[in-house]
């Protein structure tokens, strides 16, 4: 069903799933013979077999579902291209995905599994990603669709759809259809090489994410020799004679490197197809004929999530001793919290899934901006006055307006942009920002339509509520565009008051002018300050269409992050009243309140600097001390899981999960399984490293070099501690939580 809007020239109307326009037009390609016009008539999502898989619009497209749209000419296949059919995603809608279209009669098909260059892509479109597809008009741009004819595209389309984790539905259940070594095993003595490859070959793409090495052998130990269910693929050195050395330890000149039973450290890729898993060996398959066996168990999944059909047993397999020597590999498995640094962690570290490393839970909380508190907050019985009720038609301005007041500075068919301020305090602890509300004057709204809405979030750049004149100027970097599109507002005669929201004491009296509060009493609700004290309900922007990263700064300073909203939208029918308190004691003398902030800045439509400019003269301050009513919904999907240092081997409170070279070490990079998060949540590992540490095993001895928190584990090259920090974030369009079952740091001794 085709459920968006598709423009005609002038017009503009909703189809359900098809539109056959009965007027006829001149050809101008076809020697002046008629011809339909070349219209869009069906836009479906679909499946290998172009059946319709989903509704238009849809929030849980599977990833490689195609698009189909029929047009009512037979369409020139060389005017189709990802500019005359525009199918983007990501910041802004800026990045263009990978796929093919192709040309059937008047069916063009959008296929995201082949690539334009005819490669494999079975992953398709991005996990839990929101796509929009535009296909324009020739008023729009020069380059459109045609058909055979060359008459252009009459109809502009406009739609998005968001994709889910998942893919097509099938039934049939994955194989192992063999394994090898690149290069191949020696032809005479069967050895494999040991700075190989080693690979498993599939009957169809596999996922990623059900990739899961083995874990330490003391981890085996502790889970009374079994391999735990989490692991899907476990590469591990046998305990056949070869590898016995001397005892049961592998040794070399250097420190004891590998012990029977540790698995091959090493990580996964896959090729295009994704039906060929690769495992490369993070140090090398051995410097010494060691053996491993490989056992694939039956947690492999095909993208449609079927189970593997065949788990089973290979090997054993014997190195051929020309690998490098093996390093050390710190392993964490989350069997037990031993080292985890509880005073920085809030993810579930195995308690409640061992083995588990999880993300907690997605939680939110509203947080109200009540302007009126400002009455109250700002206010003592020895000042002059408490601020007023200011009824703000910016951002949200119309063109009827203008039947109630003349001469509106700047004209309402200019738009407006308004940006507001608010503090860590008010803000309150580190999130996404999810939602915005804004509070209607008296609850009330009226219904109205504003076009190229644009919303913006940031932080201030110099950490101060009080704003500069410039937009721009302001923000710390760029800010996030959470919101670029349409905006429809309700009538509504009243949205609700917010249920619990502050109450204010109203606390009367100003001595030093008490014409301006003549009962001079306690319970005072001023004129001045209505309807403030009698409404604060709320309505919502823009449904977001991504979100803006919150960060508190150190929760005991205040203003070290201050947070900016913007919202640039043009001239709409009706204009809205939004709650907002004014730092003036009006109605008494008009004085502004002394040390109120500036907090909102305003001017016309994407404009980067104040209109109109500051005159004290005729009354006006831009930024000015106002507080508007406001609503922000702040979720809570990133957690931490941080560890205590892993020290050097002459330090007495090294960890039991391992230690370091010392001075000598030489760390590689991180190895984080899964690599590949479902649902689209996302594992950022970060490093930190110092000379010295205390026995805490968390304090630094600053006295000797250290470094702070970095993403590249080269910089703590040379140092005899690390330690790491692993943020899990959940995906707030699939609710995926973030899920590491090992972290492994491999290391040499240089």
């Not at 896959?270 to 039906?275: C, M, N, Q, R, V």
């Not at 095909?302 to 089973?312: F, H, M, R, T, Y």
């Not at 630094?700 to 910089?715: G, R, S, V």
């Amino acid at each position: 069903m085709l459920r968006r809007l598709i423009k005609g020239p002038g017009s503009i109307a909703t189809i359900a799933s098809v539109i056959i326009l009965s007027s006829f037009m001149t050809s101008c390609g076809g020697g002046g013979t008629a011809a339909k016009d070349m219209v869009l008539l069906e836009f479906l999502l679909v499946d290998r077999a172009q059946v319709p898989v989903a509704p238009t619009g849809t929030e849980n497209l599977p990833r490689n579902a195609q698009i189909l749209m029929v047009f009512s000419e037979l369409v020139n296949p060389f005017s189709v291209s990802n500019q005359t059919i525009q199918i983007r995603f990501g910041a802004n809608f800026q990045s263009v995905p990978e796929g093919s279209f192709s040309v059937t009669g008047n069916t063009v098909r959008f296929d995201p599994t082949v690539t334009s260059q005819g490669q494999p892509n079975p992953f398709g479109f991005q996990p839990v990603t929101q796509y929009l597809v535009d296909i324009p008009n020739f008023e729009e741009q020069q380059d459109v669709l045609q058909n055979l004819d060359f008459d252009p595209n009459l109809t502009t389309f406009f739609t998005t759809f968001t994709t889910s984790d998942g893919f097509l539905r099938e039934l049939i259940p994955p194989q192992i259809v063999g394994v090898g070594f690149i290069p191949d095993p020696d032809a005479l003595t069967g050895n494999i090489p040991a700075n190989g490859l080693f690979y498993l070959d599939f009957n169809e793409a596999m996922d990623p994410a059900t990739f899961i090495a083995g874990p330490s052998a003391s981890t085996v130990i502790a889970n009374g020799g079994a391999i735990p269910t989490t692991t899907t693929v476990d590469i591990r050195y046998t305990t056949a004679p070869i590898n016995a050395g001397a005892g049961l330890v592998i040794t070399d000149p250097g420190p004891p490197l590998l012990e029977i039973g540790e698995p091959v450290a090493g990580t996964f890729s896959f090729d295009a197809s994704a039906t060929r898993y690769f495992f490369r060996p993070t140090f090398s398959f051995g410097n010494q004929k060691f053996i491993f066996t490989a056992q694939v168990f039956q947690g492999l999944k095909d993208l449609s999530g079927n189970l593997l059909v065949n788990p089973g047993s290979f090997g054993p397999f014997t190195c051929d001793g020309t690998g490098i020597d093996n390093g050390k590999v710190i392993s964490e498995d989350f069997l037990t919290p031993a080292a985890q640094d509880p005073t920085t962690s809030d993810a579930d570290w195995g308690a409640t899934e061992e083995g588990i490393l999880k993300g907690v839970d997605i939680t939110s909380r509203d947080v109200y901006i009540f302007s009126y508190q400002y009455a109250d907050d700002f206010g003592t019985n020895t000042d002059s006055g408490r601020g007023q009720y200011a009824a703000i038609v910016d951002p949200l301005t119309g063109a009827d307006l203008n039947n109630l007041v003349s001469g509106v500075n700047p004209a309402t068919s200019l738009g407006r942009r308004a940006m507001w301020s608010y503090g860590d305090l008010e803000i309150g602890p580190s999130g996404s920002v999810t939602a915005a509300q804004w509070g209607p004057d008296s609850n009330a709204t009226f219904a109205a339509q504003y076009d190229n809405v644009i919303l913006r979030m940031g932080f201030q750049k110099n950490d101060s509520i009080s704003l500069g004149t410039s937009f721009t100027g302001n923000y710390e970097g760029s800010p996030a565009v959470v919101y670029n599109g349409d905006y429809s507002v309700t009538q509504n005669a009243n949205v609700g008051n917010t249920p619990g929201h502050p109450v204010t004491s109203h606390v009367g009296g100003y001595p030093t002018n008490p014409g301006c509060n003549p009962t001079n009493g306690v319970g005072v609700i001023f004129p001045w300050n209505a309807p403030l004290y009698d409404a604060s309900g709320f309505f919502p922007w823009p449904e977001l269409t991504t979100f803006f990263e919150w960060d508190q700064g150190s929760p005991g300073v205040e203003n070290d992050s201050v947070f900016l909203f913007d919202a640039s939208v043009t001239e709409g029918d009706s204009f809205q009243q939004i709650r907002s308190w004014f730092g003036s004691t009006f109605p008494c003398s008009g004085v502004l309140l002394g040390g109120i902030p500036n907090r909102r800045l305003y001017a016309t439509y994407e404009e980067a600097s104040a209109n109109p400019e500051t005159n004290f003269g005729a009354g006006i301050l831009n930024p000015e001390p106002t507080v508007m009513d406001m609503c922000f919904t702040i979720t809570k999907r990133v957690s931490i899981g941080q560890s205590f240092f892993y020290t050097d081997p002459g330090n007495p409170n090294q960890t039991p999960g391992g230690s370091t070279f010392g001075a000598l070490t030489d760390y590689r990079p991180a190895e984080v399984l899964p690599s590949i998060q479902t649902g689209g949540a996302q594992v950022v590992l970060e490093f930190q490293g110092a000379t010295l540490v205390e026995a805490d095993r968390r304090t630094i001895n600053q006295a000797a070099p250290f470094t702070d928190w970095t993403q590249d584990i080269d910089e703590l090259d040379g140092l005899a501690n690390i330690r790491w920090r692993c943020s899990l974030i959940s995906n707030l369009i699939s609710l995926e939580v973030a899920r590491v079952a090992q972290i492994r740091i491999p290391m040499t001794q240089d």
